[in-house]
């Protein structure tokens, strides 16, 4: 799956945004693991 963020990056540091990207990404693809 393709995910895309923009953001201000004042506001969000790169790595910061990542890092959420590959978290909201493992959840759409196993939405179980955010019932844990």
């Not at 990542?18 to 019932?35: D, R, S, V």
Request: hydrophobic share 45%; net charge negative; with cysteine.
């Amino acid at each position: 799956m393709s995910v895309t963020m923009s953001c201000d990056h004042r506001v969000i540091d790169g790595a910061i945004g990542a890092e959420f990207l590959k978290a909201f990404k493992g959840y759409i693809e196993n939405p179980t693991t955010m019932l844990l």
